[in-house]
């Protein structure tokens, strides 16, 4: 996914404007709209803070794929370090109790 489209995709899922982006980051409103348009991508400082701003890398704000993980797993970071220490304590506990159930012998699921 383009930078662009990966901009605005975290701009609607956090229900931020790119007005309020820009204020945020100290930047012009105009300068986000021209990297929301793909007009233009932000120098490598200006990425690293929305990198910051979004709780996610710049390799995901860049759609960069690593060899050992899948989309699916970058999504899971993505939502993961966006949690603050206590929601992502209680992720990991859920997690693990899915775990839990999931290795549970077939008959005991059943009954």
Not at 53 to 61: C, G, R
Request: net charge negative; no cysteine; hydrophobic share 40%.
């Amino acid at each position: 996914m383009p930078f662009h489209q990966r901009l605005r995709q975290l701009l609607d899922e956090n229900e931020i404007t790119q007005k309020k982006l820009a204020a945020d980051l100290h930047i012009a409103a105009s300068t986000v709209g021209s990297y929301v348009q793909g007009v233009r991508e932000p120098d490598f400082s200006i990425l690293l803070r929305m990198a910051d701003y979004f709780h996610v890398s710049a390799d995901y704000l860049l759609d960069h794929r690593e060899e050992t993980a899948g989309p699916l797993d970058r999504e899971l970071l993505r939502i993961f370090h966006a949690l603050t220490d206590e929601e992502q304590a209680l992720y990991l506990e859920q997690g693990r109790a899915f775990l839990k159930v999931k290795r549970r012998a077939p008959h005991e699921r059943n009954q």
